[in-house]
């Protein structure tokens, strides 16, 4: 009888150690259903920033995509209208007057131009002999006296100094604006004050001639000698 209580005390014991190895074995159930529930959740907020970077990548290679597209389109559309616009005139038939320090000379003249690389007036005063001629460049303004076979050189800066600002992008603008928007016209003056110059040109429109082959190649003033303007008006 003396053994029961020891009996009853050793199985109350394993009783407990049962019931004590159970409860850890839930624990660690639990613990690892909520690894597995943690692991899932990373994994699912894992692919979905992949999901929204991917997104972002693609929307931002669409923009890139619609930008190239857009200056593609702008370049062509920049270009069909310079394709549009008039490249070329040769005017052959027209009368320069031109005021400087007092003096007045009015002549027969001839003008090429090209659109982005210059212009050309020959003065010819007798029988389509050239007295003078002024060329205009992406860079320089020269005046050459052929007769005195001399000549004087300016740049756009050097002419800005004088009071004029004038680009070779201007002189196109000027043409566009003055000539060939009036081209319609039988006749058209234009009237031309720069560098303390001031001067006219008669154009007689019924012999201008747009996008025709023209050459404006300056000329060769190796042999000529320089002046500056001064002394060229002073000549004339």
């Known amino acids: 009888m003396k053994q029961q209580p020891?009996?009853?005390?050793?199985?109350?014991?394993a009783m407990l150690a049962a019931v004590g190895c159970a409860n850890k074995k839930k624990i660690a159930?639990?613990?690892?259903?909520?690894?597995?529930?943690q692991d899932s959740i990373a994994l699912v907020q894992a692919q979905a920033e992949a999901a929204a970077e991917a997104a972002r990548q693609a929307e931002?290679?669409?923009?890139?995509?619609l930008?190239?597209?857009?200056?593609?389109?702008s370049i062509a559309a920049a270009e069909a209208a310079?394709?549009?616009m008039v490249q070329t005139l040769n005017i052959p038939r027209m009368t320069v007057t031109m005021v400087a320090q007092g003096k007045q000379l009015s002549t027969p003249a001839t003008m090429r131009w090209q659109r982005g690389t210059g212009l050309v007036v020959s003065i010819q005063p007798f029988a389509g002999i050239e007295m003078a001629r002024v060329e205009l460049d992406a860079d320089y303004l020269t005046i050459i006296d052929k007769i005195n076979r001399r000549y004087t050189r300016l740049t756009y800066a050097e002419i800005e100094q004088m009071?004029?600002?004038?680009?070779?992008?201007?002189?196109?603008?000027?043409?566009?604006?003055?000539?060939?928007?009036?081209?319609?016209?039988?006749?058209?003056?234009?009237?031309?004050?720069?560098a303390g110059i001031n001067g006219s040109a008669t154009i007689y429109t019924a012999s201008m001639q747009t996008d025709v082959r023209v050459n404006i190649q300056p000329t060769n003033v190796s042999s000529y000698?320089?002046?500056?303007?001064?002394?060229?008006?002073?000549?004339?």
């Not at 931002?60 to 995509?65: D, N, T, V």
């Not at 680009?167 to 720069?194: G, H």
């Open 6 to 13: 020891i009996i009853i005390a050793l199985l109350a014991v």
């Open 29 to 37: 159930m639990r613990e690892a259903e909520q690894k597995r529930i």
């Open 60 to 65: 931002a290679a669409r923009l890139a995509e």
């Open 67 to 73: 930008e190239r597209q857009r200056v593609q389109d």
């Open 82 to 84: 310079r394709k549009a």
């Open 163 to 194: 009071g004029a600002r004038t680009s070779i992008d201007e002189i196109d603008a000027w043409i566009d604006q003055n000539i060939l928007a009036r081209k319609s016209e039988p006749q058209l003056t234009l009237q031309v004050s720069r």
């Open 225 to 236: 000698r320089q002046v500056t303007l001064e002394q060229l008006m002073k000549g004339f």
